[in-house]
């Protein structure tokens, strides 16, 4: 069984809607983590958390710890939000980085 | 802000030929890690690396795989002999104090 499960796996919206994606996940952790895939294959960290929301931009992101789960939110979506965004999670500070299997969003104008 | 750097961004080899890939992290970092990612695949942990030496691996990262710091700054991951298998693309990240985490740009292999 997968410790990271994300969904949807691909999700296409029109530009300027909401647009939500989760993550649960089955093991202890330190720290969420939240990353863009551009085509490129570049990964670029978007956030990092351990408890509560945290906001960058149109970004934001949850997590309930109890429940084990995270969602990533994008507010009026743009094309250039198209990417993959993987949920990740660390079982201890440090330590390697176990990754969801990614969710591909592709945003239409 | 700081970046890791990754080379070559893309690499050709022949089937049974050694390859190295270059990762210089960032320089306060003391944490490094190497993930792959095999075309369409999630991204998959190597091997982590700490205070000079392997803090963890993989049951990917067998006898074939090595990694070493060799200068203080360059992270190298070394794949003594690949297989068509080992095509994929290779991350390097490392982590600072602040736990966040940075990733190199990747180097793209290809066993033919």
């Known amino acids: 069984k997968n410790e990271v499960e994300q969904s949807p796996q691909n999700l296409t919206a029109q530009e300027g809607e909401f647009i939500t994606i989760n993550c649960s996940y089955s093991v202890g952790i330190s720290a969420l983590h939240w990353l863009q895939q551009h085509p490129g294959g570049g990964i670029v960290s978007l956030f990092m958390?351990?408890?509560g929301k945290k906001k960058h931009g149109r970004l934001i992101a949850t997590i309930n710890i109890q429940e084990k789960h995270s969602s990533l939110h994008i507010t009026a979506s743009h094309p250039r939000d198209s990417a993959v965004y993987i949920c990740a999670v660390q079982k201890t500070s440090y330590d390697k980085v176990i990754f969801g299997p990614g969710t591909s969003l592709s945003v239409i104008p | 802000e700081p970046e890791v750097t990754q080379t070559p961004s893309h690499q050709v080899t022949q089937m049974g030929q050694e390859v190295i890939l270059r990762c210089v992290p960032i320089?306060?970092?003391?944490?490094f890690y190497w993930y792959r990612q095999i075309l369409g695949q999630k991204v998959e942990f190597l091997v982590s690396?700490?205070?000079?030496?392997?803090?963890?691996k993989s049951e990917i990262f067998d006898d074939q795989f090595s990694v070493e710091r060799p200068d203080g700054s360059n992270f190298t991951l070394k794949i003594r002999s690949t297989k068509l298998e080992d095509s994929a693309m290779y991350f390097c990240a490392s982590i600072g104090t602040g736990e966040k985490l940075f990733f190199g740009s990747g180097t793209q292999l290809s066993v033919l």
């Open positions: 958390l351990s408890s």
């Open positions: 690396f700490y205070n000079n030496e392997i803090s963890e």
């Open positions: 320089s306060n970092h003391l944490y």
